[in-house]
């Protein structure tokens, strides 16, 4: 079904030709126009779900391979072929659309997207040049593919050895749980092993990002954009001084992690704490957290939002299977949700029994919900919402359970492990993708300026922002802190690392207002779920009462943390 799903897809080619000069004809000819592409492109989504799902659960299945490369060859033909589609709209002009809107009622609810074309009309080009960048979206995937090729299914990593001379596996779903085994000697020897694979293929890896980073300056300069940073933040609508504004309030607040690593030093009983020493449990046994607890939990804490809100969490975990739990040789790295309208949202993780699952469970329904209740509210045109706005709902979800629990009869033991998971998360997103961000903007300036990408230079510029972070209270081991921006493919995604921590940000502001009882705060969270791509993020996000253009919520965050920091202090030392 899927296969002749594909060969219908192709077959449509011949009839969006026939589209062509169709849409200044008149209001009915733009709105069939509209309608039909939006039909084609939620077909093609439909089956690159299926085919990229059915890989990421199995990154070694071949036939899996096989059905994402073509289902991407047919993806970039259709948007090839519907690449005429904006330069079209723009030649009939804003004025004769809004007369058109008046005529025909169907029209109007493409205001904002008319409204946005008409903004971004500066970085529109000839139907010519749209057609051939359309065209080349598949072959841009390659860098992306490979990474994830090379590091999910060619990586074989030196298993670990714990402090018995016991080999512990490494691999892609594993080596979280080893950085976090009580286990000194299993956690530094599994640190040491996974990144020393990166490190042997560093020069392919900085060659690699390096392409992609090109690929993204040359979109630039086609798009005539001043910068790939604001280039990125264009499509968004956001102005740089959002990510500056959260570099800035980073930097200014480096010894909050600094206090961090010395609560963790001193609970660890270490002379010196190392990277390898971030995640070590804090409480001689591991708390265990069944799935099905998991999904109680996080469900009774999102209760605020209302019955229905916590129903459909419970209904898709335990009924309609929204989730592949466990783990399993050859599943994709991380964890993720996936999905498009007209079908319920998938996640795909490997669920561990602790609480650390139990965060990232709560995070990735965090999106699944943003997706259901924006697939449920908007039409097809607006059915997806910004990577800028992704962040905030998923950390929402971590920030209402933590709140939650903390505040249950539970055991010491449990209370720190829910903060250690919380830590974890403001770690990496509060942390590591801050620092990525300062990286990648530097990497992208070096290009930019015609410069060259080593794996050296790569490797030494983020070995010192890991240093300026840490200062005296941690120690930083150059060579593999200094690869570690090869172990994330977020970076082929251009400037979205910086989006986590400004999702953290915006997330904890608004948890503390629903949490703090206001008479229209979950009413306004939910409404910014169920706008998906109707506005634009900052507005939608104002409108839920946070403002990301000002330092303020980044500053509410590194209070939070610190509030954390000190709990934990008085729990472990």
């Known amino acids: 079904e899927w296969a002749a799903e594909l060969e219908a897809l192709a077959a449509e080619l011949e009839r969006i030709a026939g589209w062509r000069g169709r849409l200044a004809e008149g209001p009915a000819g733009l709105l069939d126009v509209l309608r039909g592409r939006e039909k084609l492109q939620q077909r093609a989504e439909k089956a690159l779900v299926y085919a990229y ?39 009939i002009g804003r004025e004769r659309l809004a007369e058109w809107a008046a005529a025909e009622p169907r029209l109007r609810v493409y205001d904002h997207y008319f409204d946005d074309l008409f903004r971004r009309q500066a970085h529109v080009r000839s139907p010519e040049v749209e057609e051939v960048v359309g065209l080349a979206a598949d072959a841009f995937q390659g860098p992306s593919a490979t990474y994830g090729k090379l590091t999910d299914s060619d990586f074989q990593f030196r298993p670990a050895v714990d402090s018995q001379g016991r080999e512990l596996p490494v691999t892609q779903g594993s080596i979280d749980d080893l950085l976090g085994s009580p286990d000194r000697e299993a956690r530094r020897t599994a640190w040491e092993n996974y990144h020393d694979k990166y490190l042997e293929y560093r020069n392919t890896l900085a060659t690699n990002l390096s392409g992609s980073i090109k690929q993204n300056v040359l979109a ?45 030093r001193r609970a660890l009983g270490v002379d010196t704490l190392r990277t390898y020493d971030i995640w070590a449990p804090l409480t001689p046994e591991i708390v265990p957290v069944p799935y099905e607890q998991a999904v109680e939990w996080i469900a009774a804490s999102l209760a605020p939002l209302g019955e229905a809100y916590a129903a459909t969490v419970r209904r898709g975990c335990f009924e309609e299977r929204w989730v592949d739990v466990y783990p399993n ?58 990577l800028f706005a992704a962040e905030v709902a998923s950390n929402f979800h971590q920030a209402m359970l933590r709140a939650y629990l903390l505040e249950q009869d539970i055991s010491r033991e449990l209370k720190i ?117 109707s506005r634009y993020p900052l507005d939608a996000l104002k409108s839920a009462g946070v403002d990301l ?14 509030d954390l920091i000190e709990r934990l202090d008085g729990l472990v030392n």
Not at 364 to 369: A, P, Q, T, V, Y
Request: charge should be negative; hydrophobic fraction near 45%.
């Open 53 to 91: 799902l059915a890989e990421a659960v199995e990154t070694t299945n071949q036939a899996a391979t096989a059905r994402v490369g073509r289902g991407m060859g047919v993806f970039g033909q259709l948007l090839g072929a519907l690449a005429f589609v904006e330069p079209e709209v723009l030649t």
């Open 220 to 264: 630039m300069r086609v798009r005539r954009y001043p910068s790939t940073l604001e280039m990125a933040l264009f499509r968004d609508n956001i102005p740089a001084d959002v990510f500056h504004n959260l570099i800035d309030t980073f930097q200014r607040h480096r010894h909050v992690w600094q206090r961090y690593f010395d609560v963790r």
């Open 329 to 386: 040789q050859g599943k994709s790295a991380g964890a993720f949700s996936s999905g498009c309208q007209g079908m319920h949202p998938f996640i795909v993780m490997s669920y561990t029994d602790d609480a650390q699952s139990m965060g990232t469970l709560a995070h990735e329904l965090g999106h699944s919900m943003h997706s259901w209740l924006s697939w449920e509210n908007q039409p097809k045109v607006y059915s997806d919402y910004s």
């Open 417 to 533: 492990a829910v903060i250690d998971e919380a830590m974890a998360n403001f770690h990496r997103y509060f942390l590591i993708m801050p620092t990525l961000a300062m990286f990648e903007l530097e990497m992208h300036r070096r290009v930019e300026r015609g410069e060259g990408l080593t794996a050296g230079a790569m490797n030494d510029a983020l070995a010192d922002l890991f240093a300026a972070t840490y200062g005296d209270a941690a120690a930083v081991d150059r060579p593999r802190d200094g690869v570690r921006w090869a172990t994330f493919g977020h970076l082929y995604a251009d400037y979205y690392v910086f989006q986590y921590a400004t999702g953290i940000s915006g997330a904890n502001a608004l948890a503390r207002r629903v949490l703090g009882g206001g008479p229209d705060a979950a009413e306004d969270y939910l409404g910014f779920l169920k706008a998906g791509g």
């Open 549 to 562: 253009t000002t330092p303020a919520p980044v500053e509410t965050a590194f209070g939070v943390l610190s």
